[in-house]
């Protein structure tokens, strides 16, 4: 039985390499893209920040709704694994949040002449990434497994409300964010085609790049637990 697991463990290790690798690759695929491709009619150069922007915040949306449907199949089932991958995939997602940060304010200041501005798309991603932040630590803070779990499953709940609130503040309230660049309500691309392509290579990248470490971070965590029980 133990020959077994460790046998299935392995293969898992095989295939979490090789989704990372493949995503590794598509990574620098869409990065020579982005540094390729021709300048924006309206905003020249800045405009290849874009291929890496949306889709980071695009995977940082996804963390959240990921750790939702984990988070909420822990308190229906109360299975560890459950709430391993939850804490996986938000510890993944504050990485692309921080990214998502970072990128928005190199693209904001050639832009808007700052860095960073207070208006509704920027602060309601702060406040993820903020949620993010306050579930791992809430996660270090409490000691009892079945109360960390389950406070850490109520964040991740609460905070996925801010996911669509973020994303359709640009369209709720006057904003000197540019609009979304697909529109997911009514199915509308707002970009050209030379900025579309490398941006949708780049969220294929970092899909297989999320997938792949949060598989990552999951089996260290299940090793860890396994540990801690022997």
Do not use: C
């Not at 979490?16 to 309206?42: E, R, Y």
């Not at 915040?57 to 308190?75: D, K, N, Q």
């Not at 996660?139 to 994303?167: C, F, M, Q, T, W």
């Amino acid at each position: 039985m133990q020959l077994a697991r460790s046998e299935q463990t392995s293969r898992l290790d095989g295939l979490t390499m090789s989704i990372l690798g493949l995503g590794g690759l598509g990574a620098a695929v869409g990065f020579f893209m982005a540094m390729t491709a021709p300048p924006d009619v309206g905003q020249g150069f800045v405009a290849r920040i874009f291929h890496v922007h949306v889709p980071v915040a695009w995977i940082a949306y996804l963390a959240s709704f990921t750790a939702l449907g984990y988070s909420i199949a822990y308190l229906v089932r109360r299975k560890s694994r459950h709430d391993r991958v939850a804490a996986a995939t938000v510890e993944v997602g504050l990485i692309f949040m921080g990214l998502t940060l970072v990128t928005g304010m190199l693209w904001a200041r050639p832009t808007w002449g700052v860095y960073w501005e207070w208006e509704p798309r920027l602060t309601t991603s702060a406040i993820l990434f903020a949620i993010y932040v306050g579930y791992v630590v809430v996660r270090g803070a409490i000691e009892d497994p079945e109360l960390r779990a389950k406070a850490a499953a109520g964040i991740a709940i609460l905070g996925s409300i801010n996911v669509p609130i973020s994303y359709m503040s640009v369209r709720w309230w006057r904003s000197i964010h540019q609009t979304q660049s697909i529109d997911l309500s009514t199915g509308r691309i707002m970009v050209d085609t030379a900025i579309l392509i490398p941006m949708l290579v780049n969220l294929a990248a970092f899909t297989l790049l999320f997938v792949g470490l949060v598989r990552l971070r999951s089996i260290i965590a299940a090793r860890q637990a396994a540990r801690e029980e022997v």
